[in-house]
């Protein structure tokens, strides 16, 4: 069965970096785009950015850019998140979340989420 | 940018029909994904493309979009289905959430 299995959780100081990882199995891995999707405490999901499992192309929004990397590594499987000079707004915890190949399939399997915490 | 609006909060009684709404700009002419999330738990895909559902997903769950809004409607709600409940939408290739609605069965 698809399962995506990320990386543990992160204590960071306020300006460094954190990558979270994400192992896919159970799918063809290059076949499926993957988003990356965070929600901070008592708050919404929101939506990080996408890779294309193929060909690595990325999408990030606009708030997001600059400051965050999606990359992946076919044949390991995985997917990466690293987001950069880290602000005590940037605890959330974080989720892969695999693409659906057909337009407008969403997210159809996702990850167990990994927590970030920040610091001052 | 483009923005989906969810209440905050919907209640209903066990065996009831909750609706739960989502509306945007002409979201009627875009696909519409909605996810239930539990508490501590990672978000599950329960209608995607609008109106269809995962293989998994109990018939009760069902949805509808037109105009500015998007409808997930749970009929015979059940006390598991107490969650919270986002939609999902692109604009220009970029995914949007909504707020998100608490469900509560009670």
């Known amino acids: 069965q698809v399962q995506l299995v990320q990386s543990g959780a992160e204590v960071k100081k306020s300006g460094a970096s954190v990558k979270v990882s994400c192992k896919a199995s159970?799918?063809?891995?290059?076949?499926?785009?993957m988003h990356w999707v965070r929600q901070a405490p008592g708050q919404r999901l929101e939506w990080m950015g996408w890779i294309n499992g193929d060909n690595g192309n990325t999408r990030y929004p606009q708030k997001f850019q600059g400051r965050l990397t999606i990359t992946r590594d076919t044949s390991a499987s995985t997917a990466y998140m690293e987001l950069s000079r880290l602000r005590s707004e940037d605890t959330a915890v974080y989720y892969c979340?695999?693409?659906?190949?057909?337009?407008?399939?969403?997210?159809?399997?996702w990850g167990q989420g990994t927590l970030v915490t920040v610091s001052s | 940018s483009y923005e989906l609006t969810q209440s905050p909060s919907v209640s209903v009684s066990p065996g009831q029909t909750a609706t739960i709404t989502c509306s945007g700009d002409e979201l009627g002419d875009r696909y519409v994904c909605w996810y239930q999330q539990k508490p501590g738990q990672s978000p599950v895909l329960v209608l995607y493309q609008s109106t269809r559902r995962p293989s998994g997903i109990p018939e009760r769950f069902s949805g509808s979009s037109s105009g500015n809004t998007a409808t997930l409607t749970i009929s015979g709600t059940q006390d598991m289905d107490d969650a919270d409940y986002y939609c999902q939408t692109w604009d220009r290739s970029l995914v949007v959430f909504g707020g998100g609605t608490k469900l509560t069965v009670l």
């Open positions: 159970g799918y063809g891995f290059r076949a499926f785009g």
């Open positions: 979340a695999r693409d659906g190949i057909e337009p407008g399939n969403g997210g159809d399997a």
